[in-house]
């Protein structure tokens, strides 16, 4: 069983950085693909950004592509997501997610393990 706990969330404003880090428990997570999520209030879960395995590849979504960057560091165990030149509409409660089967993929029935997930809330 694998664990997910991110950290680094809160209020910004618009044109701010934030970092988000997703803390992973598991001796095998060099091998997972990692990704992270997003929902809004009263909006489903949507994909953000991925990253393989390697950590050579990675997947975003065109609302974020420029301007999010997601890494991972396996020595600690734990993935990042960078986001910069935030906007209001990036509001939203951010999800970690793993998988330790399979390529990179946007879609949450992909992802087996989700952490508890963080807010992000960026101010106009």
């Known amino acids: 069983q694998v664990q997910l706990v991110e950290s680094g969330g809160g209020l910004v404003q618009a044109g701010g950085s934030l970092r988000l880090s997703c803390a992973a428990s598991?001796?095998?997570?060099?091998?997972?693909?990692m990704a992270w999520f997003r929902q809004a209030p009263g909006k489903e879960r949507e994909f953000v950004a991925a990253i393989s395995g390697s950590g050579i590849r990675a997947l975003y979504a065109d609302a974020v592509k420029g301007r999010f960057a997601i890494s991972r560091d396996d020595i600690m165990n734990t993935v990042y997501l960078r986001m910069n030149n935030l906007k209001p509409e990036d509001t939203a409660v951010y999800y970690c997610a793993g998988t330790q089967y399979g390529a990179l993929g946007s879609t949450v029935d992909r992802y087996d393990y989700w952490g508890q997930g963080i807010q992000v809330t960026v101010s106009s």
């Open positions: 598991g001796r095998t997570f060099s091998s997972y693909t």
